[in-house]
């Protein structure tokens, strides 16, 4: 039989308790430090709320705040008296695209030629501006030059070309209702484009055919679209009225036969001039 000893029992069950202890004083500690580090974790979430909430008033002040433009109106209000309101003097300018005797394309008038730069003032405010002459129409027209994108230069040769191709070619006509088509092609002339005036024009064009109806309005479009298209023409080209005409009809095939007629008219005429000198003699 083996021997008991009391001692190493005691040891052992002494052991046990002060190992237990330890681990439940870990637990305590682990229990207090879990909770530490909620409580920290919690407060900097609150940290970072209060962080937004000061972001999101700093950007209302900041929009608050008067702009650039609105620094330039300022409103002084008293008790008995209405706010005055302080305006920009002078508009922002920007370069100067167009010289003065240069031919330009306004989109709603057509052709038109600047004769001066002027400076207006309109309700307290200095505005830059060009003078532009319409012949056709013999009236003067102003634009800002900050609104010089709205003008246009005239087209090149090249254009010019691709322009009486489209003159050439079939006319594109669609089964929709006139009024549709007529808001299509008012828009098209009011654009100012050359390429969309050519289409408006070979779409409008009856040529010498008499048996084809044309209504007013149908008519007054094309000879608005036409009228255009020639003073550019004129212009472009350096030529009489006459003979930009006689190039735009014969792209369209207009007025053919009384070309042809004319030459014979005029021998007709010289004829009997002729004939009527002689019986004068």
């Known amino acids: 039989m083996k021997k008991i000893n009391l001692k190493n029992i005691l040891k052992k069950t002494f052991k046990s308790k002060k190992i237990k202890k330890k681990s439940k004083a870990k637990t305590a500690k682990k229990k207090i430090s879990n909770k530490k ?25 900041t929009s608050d705040k008067p702009s650039e433009k609105q620094e330039n109106i300022k409103v002084s209000r008293g008790p008995d008296q209405k706010p005055e309101i302080k305006k920009i003097k002078v508009q922002p300018s920007e370069k100067k695209i167009y010289k003065v005797k240069d031919y330009v394309v306004y989109p709603k008038h057509g052709v038109g030629q600047i004769t001066e730069f002027k400076k207006i003032n309109i309700g307290g405010i200095d505005v830059e501006t060009y003078v532009l002459k319409f012949e056709k129409d013999k009236a003067n027209g102003m634009v800002p030059v900050n609104k010089q994108s709205n003008l246009r230069p005239l087209a090149t040769i090249n254009q010019l070309n691709k322009c009486i191709s489209i003159l050439k070619s079939k006319p594109k006509i ?20 050359i390429y969309d005036l ?3 024009v070979r779409d409008l064009n009856k040529g010498d055919d008499l048996m084809v109806d044309q209504s007013y309005s149908e008519r007054q479009l094309f000879e608005k679209a036409y009228e255009r298209i020639l003073m550019e023409f004129q212009i ?12 735009l009809d014969k792209a369209l095939k207009r007025n053919l036969e009384k070309q042809a007629l004319k030459p014979v008219v005029e021998k007709v005429q010289t004829a009997q001039t002729e004939e009527l000198t002689e019986t004068i003699e």
């Open 198 to 200: 050519a289409e408006v």
């Open 236 to 247: 472009i080209l350096g030529a009489s009225l006459e003979d930009t005409q006689k190039k």
């Open 37 to 61: 580090i909620k409580i920290v974790n919690k407060q900097k979430k609150k940290n970072l709320k209060v962080k937004k909430i000061v972001k999101k008033i700093k950007e209302i002040k």
């Open 174 to 193: 669609k089964r929709s209702m006139w009024s549709r088509r007529a808001q299509e092609y008012e828009a098209k002339i009011s654009s100012g484009k």
